[in-house]
């Protein structure tokens, strides 16, 4: 029960209750507003009745060639919001767009190989472990929302191929552990 | 040549090394005498040192030459910018674009340099240049130049005030068709300009056509924004019957947990029934019945779909149409209850049924319904052989207990209840050992009701042990669910209240806030805190906030060129209107206030010191003036507290440990600064005149509301203290009989501060309230150090010292400082006094706690199993911070002693 929307600029002074949360970040203001000037169409809030923001969706398209795909770089549900089927939406709309408005091959996340819930989320939606990297730095808190100061945090890239990608070819599993600097986009 | 020099300094500058880059410059300036690219690395070196003025002049200096090269440009670019010199921006780029007009990046940075600074009609003037000079250009292939034109229009139809606003949107409207002709407009973005361009001149209908024109599905390819924009424009187009229509085929199309849309329905078909029938016909009417049954019909789809996939929408469509009804007819009956007890029954096992019914519960209005409502839900709570999902429902069935009120007639029974939630969180604990970290425990609600009660309970009595008990349940929930933001912010409010500043800093930073939330919610925590005499914890925190107001001026702007570049048109104005939101805050003026107020108090060792200080303040954060007020924005995030209780008043208000700041607070503490620090200056013209404000502003009857009685209090002593400036300047009376009434008002206020404060002196009276008016105290004294000084000072020159009316007022002011002396000593003792108290108590564990519990000592060893070692760790916590404040107190006395 949400209503979906674009992600508006004005939505940053309002989604504490989801920020708040421990694996969500909040980033510089920089960042929103430059995935809103370059990806507005990615970028989806979701709104209960009454105007509580319930979860969103930040996202991106980039890559050449075969490997021009589409990026979720957030998804997050705030905790009263959970369980009912938010995500899943979002994640349809952010394909949708990949599809519809950026004719994209695929669609890829990175997701920390410690966040259970989300991979299995994922995997249900259709996504598959493309590889595992070591050392991918996602945001200013990584460390601090555990209390310690990790070295080696690994992600897992997972993908999920897209109808004009025919022979699925994006999604043929890396099948070792990829250093960071050794991805083609960041 | 100098180009290896300017790489080396541009090297060091890049490696945030700008003393290097400095010495650098400086070294290869002598060598190149006067040479542009070094001089202009230097200003951007001396910029990034905080040499805000001389790189100002290094920069100007350079731009003199009109330079045209890439490095220069660039380079002043950054500088002015950190300047926030925006008018020379545009005209450095003017000039590299007038000496070189086929140079269509200098040309774009021209452009993107206006956009800065708010002259749309120049900024339209130049799109359309640059549209003429690089009509073939690959970057226009789209008209993307002729399409800044038109938005730069819309932007100044929008925000320039005294424009022909008809005229401007006209223009816009011809120059937009001329770009659809063009083939211009082919997304998202361009439509936008040509709807916002219809929308502004209230043309709906014919926007709504476009929408759903070959333009409109040539332009738009994700359908939740079409019909977004379908809903909004039929909306404003006042087409009810059509709005129906439109939401029942979004809903129908695959869409049923569209809220949005159920909503819109019954909004139009209430509009409907009002315009159209009697309201009591309203069953009689062919759309109320048509749209009734289409809910239900929606709802037996829904039913097919098997119990946990169940969509939520149509069901509380069903409540919201009800809602209605009764509004219409004010008629609550039977039906109403059992619809909203088939709701829990469906739902009840998702966290948010709570949440998604909040907004009807109200429509039980009468102790009958309510009752039986009660009993039917209590019916559904399920104790034995239970699973998570029955834990949910307990969890939102206690909630909605609470909401609509228990029935407690005493504190026995408040703290049996608290008990019963507490057993009820333990419970659900077996549920949760597979829970990640980062989760929270299922039963967890439980605990913030409890905390709710005993709050209400410290509301009623002003016993600090409720305070202490809600602590103490919400630390053994956080050991549990460490990440519980709910948590963390209540028990932030909760320590406020006590005033240890110690826990309240840390739980803020375990909330990892950054960023945006420096804005909208460092309220929870730093409200109080520059009133606690702890220095150096507030400074650091309001230093570190500001900077989202900096980075709001330096990033977001480059983020408007942004989209221009990437024509993201949609954006700009919700970009604007966030960087003036965020520009204007409130908090911004009073994290800057704040930090003044504190540094006063730091600088107060001697007078010339406060008042070199004084004289230094910026007028920016102090002078506030009436424009300001009437835009001043309120960012502050208040509904991230949990408002779980049927009542008017939040628990975020009733967990403040003062009253919120607001508009009378920022305008108190811009007069008392500004006044002292125009006193320090001698500026009797501008004492004159914000005396007149201050003593406005003191009359009204509203101040409470914002500020402490204390605050007020101080106010009124600088209002004397400039009353007596203003008389010993000019007043005849004064300079014949040396008349002043300022030393026995000021002494009267501070006789009463004296009074009020040292009759509370136990320990367990001792909270923020008794710590702010120590503080508040010496910031009295200090004001009266000022005005002694002052008075000490009065004879104009020399010669006039032995003056009839100069004797009389040093005679007065000596009786002054007799009588002032006596009060502040009085107030030394009883700080000493309290303060050896404090410290006595270190370390006294479970003795303190009695104390402090007094009578209701049961409530330290009967609700929890650690409860005991909790409410010591707090009492332990407390004392360091409480002791720390104090003693800063003491230390300033004692030299205020000296100074006086
Ligand atoms: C991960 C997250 C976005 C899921 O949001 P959500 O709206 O609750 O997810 P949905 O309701 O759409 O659930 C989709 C599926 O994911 C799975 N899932 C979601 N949460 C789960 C949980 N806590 N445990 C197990 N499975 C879960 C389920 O299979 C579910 O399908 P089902 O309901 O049909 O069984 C949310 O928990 C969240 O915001 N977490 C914090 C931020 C985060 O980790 N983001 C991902 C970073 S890459």
Redesign the interface.
Known sequence: ??????F???D???F??V?????TE?????FY??Y???W??YC?MAE???G?KMGYILGKAEGKDKLWHGHVTAVTVA???????LATRMMK?LE??SE??YNTYFVDLFVRVS???AINMYKKFGYSVYRQIRNYYMG??EE??YGKISTKIYYTNMRKALPRDVKKESIIPVGRIVEADELEWS | MSDRAVNNIYDAIYNENYRLALTLSNKALKKFHNDPAINAMKSLALVKLEKYEEAEEIAKFVMESKPVEETILQALNLTLKDLQKYDEIVELFQNAFEADITNEEYANQYFMAITRINNYDLQKQTALKLNKLFSNSSSNKKGKYFCWAIMSLILQSRYQKDCPKALITKLAEQMILKAIEKDFIIDYEGLFMYLTILIDQERYKEALDILNGDLGSKCIKIETERNRLNIELNRKTKQWEQLIKVCQDIIENNDHDNFTCFYNIIDALFILIEENVLAIDYLNNETFINVYDWIKKIQEEELKNGISKIKRAPFIAEIELEKKIINMTGFTMDKHKNILIEYVKKFGDKYCCFEDLLPYLEILDSDELINDFKAELNKLIKSTDINVNDIQRNVNIEKINFYLGYKINNEEEMKQYVKKLISLYEETLPFGTKLEDTERQFGDDYLVIAASLLIDYYKLTDKTCYIYQAIAILEHGLEKSKFNFQFKIILMRLYSILGDAFRTTELSRSLNLRSIQFDTLSFLYTEGMDSLNIVQIPLHIYNLCLSIYKSNNIEVPDVITQAYKNETYSKIIEILDFYNKLNNSIQQVLFHQQIIRIQTLQAFNTVDKVNSYLSSVDDKYIDITEEYLSKCTDNRDYKVFAHWKNEKTTLEEKIRCRPLKNTLWIQLFGLIPKILKNIALKNIEKIKADNEKLTALLSKDNLISELLPSEIANGKIVNEFAKFVIEADQSKETKESGSCDAFNNIFEILKEKVDSLTSNNKLTNVTFNIIEQCTTMIEAINYIVLLVHYASNIAPNRKSRNLPWVINIQEKKSQFVNEIKKQIQIFYDYLKELNTLINSKKNTGIESIKEIFGSDEALIDNLMSNNKELLIKTFDQWQSSVSTSLENTLKETEIKMKLL
């Open positions: 029960m949400a209503s979906m929307r674009r508006v600029a004005d940053i002074f309002t504490n209750n920020n708040l949360d421990p694996l909040t980033y510089n203001l920089k507003f430059s809103l000037v370059r507005p169409d989806a209960s009745p009454n509580t905790p009263e919001y959970r369980h009912i089927g709309l949708e767009v519809k408005v966040n259970a819930v200013p808190n601090d929302a």
